[in-house]
């Protein structure tokens, strides 16, 4: 099963926001932060109740920005795939067949031009896009690779959602808990 049927993606800091996760009906979550023992709970309860999990292996305590991080994931943590900004990790984690997620940042040109060449090279599961205010860069993002977008950052309205679900995301990552169980299944 593709882990974005439900096109939004919980990102979520306070791992006390498992426990309302697990009654909506999203299919994936962003575990942003915590340590390696809480993310490894959280996973677990998580994945009891069909989602999806991802691991932000940049942001979480207790593990480096290593192969060794990526590894811990899959064989400790159980997650489903990293989230990471690191391109050595995206290849790594496909060598372990772990789904990955290359996160971009839209700050300027030069970040959008090397981020294509990035995803491109490096050959993600999916890509995020951040600040997910920007839709029609989606679409331009859309335009250049292959891999299915998820975008987020500063997303707090459904409509907001909907453009950039329109634009040519599959998914819409956030922390706003009242989009959390908004939409239909797609």
């Given amino acids: 099963m593709h882990p974005f049927i439900y096109p ?6 306070n791992l006390k926001m498992v426990e309302k996760i697990i009654s909506t009906q999203v299919s994936s979550v962003f575990l942003l932060e915590g340590d390696i023992f809480e993310i490894k709970r959280a996973c677990k309860k998580l994945k009891e109740h069909g989602k999806f999990v991802f691991v932000h292996v940049d942001l979480v305590e207790g593990i480096g920005k290593d192969k060794a991080s990526v590894k811990l994931v899959k064989e400790f943590v ?3 795939g990293i989230i990471t900004t690191r391109s050595n990790l995206i290849d790594f984690a496909r060598k372990l067949d772990l789904m990955a997620i290359q996160r971009i940042f839209l700050i300027d040109s030069k970040a959008f031009q ?3 060449e990035q995803v491109k090279k490096h050959k993600a599961n999916f890509v995020e ?13 859309k335009e250049e690779i ?5 975008s987020g950052g500063l ?3 459904k ?9 040519g995301a599959i998914g819409v990552s956030t922390s706003c808990e009242k989009l959390w169980d908004e939409f239909e299944l797609i």
Avoid: F, S
Avoid at 8 to 13: G, K, M, S, T, Y
């Fill in 78 to 80: 159980g997650a489903d």
């Fill in 159 to 167: 409509e907001q959602a909907k453009l950039l679900l329109e634009n």
């Fill in 129 to 141: 896009v951040l600040p997910g205010l920007i839709p029609e860069l989606v679409r331009k993002i």
């Fill in 8 to 13: 939004i993606v919980p990102a979520i800091r």
């Fill in 146 to 150: 292959v891999q299915p977008i998820i």
């Fill in 114 to 116: 090397t981020g294509i």
């Fill in 155 to 157: 997303v707090t309205t």
